[in-house]
């Protein structure tokens, strides 16, 4: 076998380790996130409205790199929860209104425990300096993986 076949080995490949990586930490959380009631995309959105109390629909999709057509759903299931509240801007009827209910912001505190506990699934200890050292550092390579793929694409689309 040739070296150029080698780069063409599933195993070999950046784009399925970070697929089942991925996979699998999702996997993670579901068991974490079963007791709060949510899924994991749904738990993306609380996270962000834990941190900021309100946003516009647009500005979460692009905080969470999700199309409209994926966020809608989820806010609309988090609505019937009676997680989180949608109103449309009075000054312009077009943009939507996210905001966290009483109910929404007190799951926070149920939540607090899934980020240590996750943590754990991976093998790690939350308490550990060395393991939360070792998260942060993968997280800031991924981080950069992604700002580089993301800048070397917009250079593409303008050639």
């Not at 609505?79 to 009075?90: A, T």
Request: contains cysteine; proline residues 4%; neutral net charge.
């Amino acid at each position: 076998m040739t070296s150029s076949d080698d780069a063409l080995i599933l195993e070999q490949q950046l784009c399925f380790a970070l697929y089942n990586a991925s996979r699998a930490l999702i996997r993670a959380y579901g068991p974490l996130l079963e007791p709060l009631g949510l899924t994991y995309p749904q738990y993306l959105v609380m996270l962000v409205l834990w941190e900021i109390k309100s946003a516009t629909v647009k500005a979460l999709g692009e905080r969470l790199a999700l199309d409209s057509g994926t966020l809608t759903p989820l806010l609309k299931r988090l609505e019937q929860r009676g997680l989180i509240q949608r109103k449309r801007d009075p000054e312009d009827e077009r943009v939507v209104r996210i905001t966290l209910t009483a109910e929404g912001q007190n799951l926070k505190e149920q939540a607090r425990s899934v980020p240590a506990d996750l943590i754990c699934r991976t093998g790690g200890d939350p308490h550990d300096s060395a393991s939360l050292e070792q998260v942060a550092l993968l997280r800031q390579a991924l981080q950069l993986l992604t700002a580089q793929i993301q800048q070397q694409s917009s250079k593409a689309e303008k050639i």
